[in-house]
């Protein structure tokens, strides 16, 4: 699953945090316009995992797309998803709110176990909520529930 980008990376990797998009549609560019929006480079997560909705147009969804990874940022490039913890840590996006799909929750763990596997420092991994100062529910995953799956 290595993107050919990530084969060489300069930077220590010791935190994987989880976040959610906030929407319940979109995907790796509609984030990255969102980013850009703000006056950041691009995308700020490593990787997005799609729902079945690329649109806000709910009445179509892509079961096909349920599930999906995608990539944002080159894991060798510092982040912008979790102030103070960027340069040390990779980014993960899940498109959505409160609600995840098991192809979503499948694909993250996929996502976190190559993680793991490519970066041997990696420590923890954590809900974007369970940062210190962090006042937001982000990423609205039980995420004891989620680092059970990956143990």
């Known amino acids: 699953m290595a993107n050919h980008v990530d084969l060489l990376v300069s930077r220590k990797i010791n935190h994987i945090v989880v976040h959610c998009s906030d929407s319940n549609f979109g995907g790796?560019?509609?984030?990255?316009?969102?980013?850009?929006n703000?006056?950041?480079?691009?995308?700020?997560?490593?990787?997005?995992?799609?729902n079945a909705y690329p649109t806000h147009?709910?009445?179509?969804?892509?079961?096909?797309?349920?599930?999906?990874?995608q990539y944002g940022r080159g894991v060798n490039e510092i982040g912008a998803h979790a102030k103070g913890h960027n340069s040390h840590s990779?980014?993960?996006?899940?498109?959505?709110?409160?609600?995840?799909?098991?192809?979503?929750?499948?694909?993250?763990?996929?996502?976190?176990?190559d993680l793991k596997n490519r970066f041997p420092d990696i420590e923890s991994v954590v809900g974007h909520c369970e940062l210190p100062d962090v006042h937001k529910d982000c990423p609205n995953l039980d995420m004891d529930y989620i680092r059970r799956l990956i143990a």
């Not at 790796?28 to 850009?36: F, R, V």
């Not at 990779?90 to 176990?113: A, E, H, K, P, W």
Request: hydrophobic residues 35%; charged residues 20%; positive net charge.
């Open 90 to 113: 990779i980014g993960i996006c899940l498109i959505g709110t409160r609600y995840f799909t098991g192809n979503q929750i499948d694909s993250l763990i996929m996502v976190i176990d």
């Open 57 to 69: 147009n709910y009445k179509r969804p892509y079961p096909s797309r349920d599930g999906r990874i």
């Open 38 to 50: 703000r006056g950041w480079d691009g995308i700020g997560y490593h990787y997005v995992i799609c």
């Open 28 to 36: 790796w560019q509609l984030i990255d316009h969102w980013h850009k």
